[in-house]
Nanobody, 127 residues
Framework: QAPLVEFGGGSVQVGGSLRLSCGVSGYDDKKNWLGWFRQAPGKKREGVAFIYTGGLMPNYDDSVKGRFTVTHDSAKKILYLQMNDLKLEDSAMYFC????????????????????WGQGTQVTVSV
């Protein structure tokens, strides 16, 4: 399997938008969770948004509900994170991840179980 690679990070002003992409070829052939996590300096990595390749409704952390949208293009094998109305506190390194098939969402969110990770892409929000 090729490694997960994120694209689309950058710098944006408060209220702006960014779209992150992650190639998930080889990681979405079976029913499993895909997701985005983020880690700000000095803080633990936290789950942001999750989508199931088997078609369940996406799941979001409360801090991003209504602003972020996670989608999975199964044909292009790309995972997206559309981020709107960005806030200063959204600044972080964002990671794409793919849970092993069968790993429940709760364990995936808590980073307790087998998963594959990208190297991350930096998102910086400024005034």
């Amino acid at each position: 399997q090729a490694p997960l690679v994120e694209f689309g990070g950058g710098s944006v002003q408060v209220g702006g938008s960014l779209r992150l992409s992650c190639g998930v070829s080889g990681y979405d052939d079976k029913k499993n969770w895909l997701g985005w996590f983020r880690q700000a300096p000095g803080k633990k990595r936290e789950g942001v948004a999750f989508i199931y390749t088997g078609g369940l409704m996406p799941n979001y952390d409360d801090s991003v509900k209504g602003r972020f949208t996670v989608t999975h293009d199964s044909a292009k094998k790309i995972l997206y994170l559309q981020m709107n109305d960005l806030k200063l506190e959204d600044s972080a390194m964002y990671f794409c991840a793919a849970a092993s098939p069968g790993l429940p969402l709760g364990r995936f969110v808590n980073q307790n179980g087998a998963a594959s990770w990208g190297q991350g892409t930096q998102v910086t929000v400024s005034v």
